[in-house]
C-alpha cells in the first residue's frame, strides 16, 4: 500500500502569492484523502495534477476559514463537472448549516449524495475504517474547536513465498490460513512452520495532522511512533506568548511534540505571513528535532523512503 502527502497549502490565515492556506492530499494506496480545504485548494488540485474527482472523503479541523474558504468552490465544480458518486465530509457540526445555506441561496441542488459525518470537538473516535486503513480524530487546543486526524494503515497479512506453494504442493484453500500465520501440514504428515512458507510484509504507514493548535501533552501517546507528523508551527519561540495568547504553536512545540512522541519525521507548517523566508523556523524546530522539513506548496512525501 502506498503512501504519499502532497502539500497543497502551508501558510496561516492570508494566502500570498507563493503560499496558500491550508490543505493536504493523502495518497493511501490510490484513495485519496482531502485534509482542510482553505482558499485556492482546487487549483492547486490542478497545478499537482491530482483529479478532484477521486477524492471521496475531506475532513476539515475547524472553521476558521483559512481552512474551509475552498471547499464550497470544490464541491461546486464537482458538481458542475457531473459527479454522482458520494462524497464524504467530516467536520464539526456548524460546517453543515454553511454549506447548506451556500446551497439553498444559489438555489443548487447537488447531483451527487453528499453525506455530513459531524464531528464532536470533545470526542474523539473512528471517522473511517475500511479493510486497510483507519481514520479517527484527535482533540486539538485552538481559540474554537478544532480536530486533529490519524491515519493508520492495518497492518498486513504475511507474504506467501511463491516458489513454497509447488514445492509443498500448498492448495489454494489454505494459503489465506498461512498468509495469516498458520503452519502447514503435508500430505505426508510433515509440519511446515510459517515462518519458512512466508515472509513479513511491509511495516504499516501512519500520519498525524495537527493543526491549529497549541501544545497539547495528552497527544504525545496518541501520537506515538508514527511514520510522519504535521505539526502547525506559526511562529518561531521569540513569539511564544503571541502563539499562547492565539491558540497556536512554535517552532520548539511542534518539534517537542515529534520527540517526545518519537515520531519518524515531523513536517512544520501554517507559517505566519510575517516570515519572508522559512529557514529561520526550520531551523530552530531541527534544534530540537533534526528528522524536520518545511510544508511548502507542492511538496510530497512518499511514506516509503521517510
Known amino acids: ?31 485519496f484523502f482531502l485534509i482542510d480545504c482553505g482558499e485556492g485548494t482546487q487549483v492547486q488540485l490542478l497545478k499537482n495534477k491530482i483529479k478532484a474527482q477521486r477524492i471521496n472523503h475531506i475532513f476539515i479541523s475547524h472553521l476558521h476559514g483559512d481552512h474551509y474558504f475552498g471547499l464550497i468552490g470544490l464541491i461546486n465544480s464537482m458538481h458542475l463537472l457531473g459527479r454522482t458518486k458520494d462524497l464524504n465530509l467530516y467536520a464539526h457540526q456548524q460546517l453543515k448549516q454553511i454549506i447548506d445555506l451556500q446551497f439553498q441561496a444559489s438555489n443548487t441542488e447537488l447531483k451527487f449524495p453528499l453525506f455530513f459525518h459531524p464531528i464532536l470537538p470533545d470526542e474523539e473516535k473512528v471517522l473511517f ?11 486539538l487546543k485552538h481559540s474554537i474547536p ?32 498461512i498468509k ?16 519458512d512458507l512466508t515472509t513479513i510484509s511491509k511495516t504499516p504507514h501512519s500520519y498525524a495532522f495537527c493543526s491549529d493548535t497549541a501544545f497539547v501533552e495528552e497527544n504525545i501517546e496518541k501520537l506515538k511512533n508514527v511514520t510522519l507528523l504535521y505539526h502547525e508551527a506559526t511562529f518561531m519561540k521569540e513569539l511564544e506568548e503571541k502563539a499562547q495568547q492565539t491558540g497556536h504553536s512554535t517552532t520548539i512545540d511542534a518539534a517537542t511534540m515529534a520527540k ?24 530552530e524546530a531541527k534544534s530540537v528535532f533534526k528528522n524536520t522539513e518545511l510544508a511548502t506548496d507542492g511538496s510530497t512525501f512518499n511514506f516509503d523512503t521517510i
Open 260 to 283: 517526545k512522541a518519537t515520531v519518524k519525521k515531523l513536517v512544520i507548517g501554517h507559517f505566519s505571513t510575517r516570515y519572508k523566508s522559512l529557514d529561520d523556523l526550520l531551523s
Open 1 to 31: 500500500m502506498s503512501f504519499k502527502l502532497t502539500i497543497l497549502g502551508c501558510n496561516s490565515a492570508i494566502p500570498t502569492t507563493k503560499k496558500n492556506p491550508t490543505a493536504q492530499l493523502l495518497n493511501a494506496d490510490e484513495r
Open 180 to 195: 495469516n500465520g498458520a503452519d502447514f501440514k503435508t500430505a505426508t504428515g510433515q509440519t511446515i512452520q510459517n515462518k
Open 129 to 139: 475504517e475500511d479493510d486497510s486503513i483507519v481514520i479517527s480524530n484527535l482533540i
Open 146 to 177: 478544532s480536530s486533529g486526524f490519524l491515519f493508520q494503515e492495518k497492518k498486513k497479512a504475511r507474504n506467501i513465498i511463491k516458489e513454497k506453494i509447488e514445492q509443498y504442493n500448498i492448495p489454494i484453500s489454505e494459503i489465506a490460513n
